[in-house]
């Protein structure tokens, strides 16, 4: 069974937009949850991760993300989204010890 | 700081050749691992190494790959033989703890023909 999911392939927005980026998980316990950016021919990149404490967490590039439990979403964020966001994401889940990625998503954001 | 170092960059090979892919983490991680990326998925965990021991291989296909991190450093992954399959992108990354950030390399790009 997947630990993670991402329900979008793709997610459009027009620069200076708000960016939403979905992810659910299903693993017991207290999760470990992670988002990482793939830029095009190069390797994934750590944004931020929730282990405890404040719902809200903040990462790199202005990046945020918050941490819901009773929907069991981690859904990354970022108020004004940018050109240079155009990427794949992937939301990942530690589960059983071992770090697993949801499918990813592709961002598109136009001029 | 280095990041994680892989090569090759690229591999092309015809089925049923073997193909080998070399990793080299960021100094001091003790935890690395081996993911394959096919193109639209996300990356799957191959296997995952506690400095020279073997956490975790649940998802590597015995029959045909291989690694091995000797030392406690570098790693390289095998492929013998091939599958038309394994066309994929191997992803190298390394951590200081288990579970915790992880650092990825640019990754080797492998088409089997």
Known sequence: AQSVAQPEDQVNV????????????????????????????????????????????KGSY????????SQTSFHLKKPSALVSDSALY?????????????????VTVRA | EAGVAQSP?????????SVAFWCNPISGH???????????????????????????????????FSAERLKGVDSTLKIQPAKLEDSAVYLCASSPL????????????????
């Open chain 1, 14 to 57: 027009a620069e200076g937009n708000p960016l939403t980026v979905k992810c659910t998980y299903s693993v017991s316990g207290n999760p470990y949850l992670f988002w990482y950016v793939q830029y095009p021919n190069r390797g994934l990149q750590f944004l931020l991760k929730y282990i405890t404490g404040d719902n809200l967490v």
């Open chain 1, 62 to 69: 202005g990046f945020e993300a918050e941490f819901n439990k």
């Open chain 1, 90 to 106: 992937f939301c990942a889940v530690v589960n059983d010890y071992k770090l697993s990625f949801g499918a990813g998503t592709t």
């Open chain 2, 9 to 17: 960059r690229y591999k092309i090979i015809e089925k049923r050749q």
């Open chain 2, 30 to 64: 003790a935890t690395l691992y081996w993911y394959q990326q096919i193109l639209g998925q996300g990356p799957k965990l191959l296997i995952q190494f506690q400095n020279n021991g073997v956490v975790d291989d649940s998802q590597l296909p015995k029959d045909r």
């Open chain 2, 98 to 113: 288990n579970g915790e950030k992880l650092f990825f390399g640019s990754g080797t790009q492998l088409s089997v023909l």
